[in-house]
């Protein structure tokens, strides 16, 4: 296997994991705790982030940046939305941003909150992440469909 088809296979894998991960949350994990009100669950969220989340969305940053470097050496045209390619690199990065802005504002601003105000403070947040990486599988997958070109 080449270069190329390692990054493409890493890239898919951290994938799996995040989406898969996000998927198990927002509509499994999340929804079970707020009927038994277990704000203990926090904690193994916390965990399971810094064991297993965190892991695959380095990777997925780092084998992302890698293969959009292959496809657009030229690092301007990253965010040049009139070039097809740059569209799709630029749409990825704004949404890797949103992403960890709203990672952010659930560790630092959230949780401190769920002990007293309840697990239900959570939810968008969650929700939203979720929706964001459904939409970084689609942008991804346009690069090879052309669905966005
Ligand atoms: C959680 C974050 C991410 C997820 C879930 C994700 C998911 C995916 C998926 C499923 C593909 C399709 C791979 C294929 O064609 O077989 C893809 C492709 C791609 N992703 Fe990501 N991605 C993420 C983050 C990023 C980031 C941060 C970048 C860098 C800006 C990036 C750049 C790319 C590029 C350049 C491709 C095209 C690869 C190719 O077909 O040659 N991704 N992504």
Known sequence: MNIYGSLI???????CVWVGGHFLL???????????????????????YASV???????EVSTGLVLAYLHLPELASWLDFSNPMGRLV???????????ALGF???YRLFPKVET???????????????????????????????MY
């Open 9 to 15: 296979v890493l890239h898919l894998l951290g994938a």
């Open 26 to 48: 927002a509509g499994l994990i999340l929804p079970q705790a707020y009927r038994v009100r277990d704000t203990s669950l926090v904690y193994r969220i916390e965990s399971a």
């Open 53 to 59: 989340g965190i892991p695959a969305l380095l990777l």
């Open 90 to 100: 630029g749409i990825k990065v704004i949404l890797l941003l949103l992403t960890l």
């Open 105 to 107: 504002d659930v560790r």
């Open 117 to 147: 105000d309840g697990l239900a403070v959570l939810k968008w947040h969650v929700s939203l992440i979720t929706i964001l990486s459904v939409l970084l599988v689609f942008v991804g997958a346009s690069f090879r469909i052309g669905w």
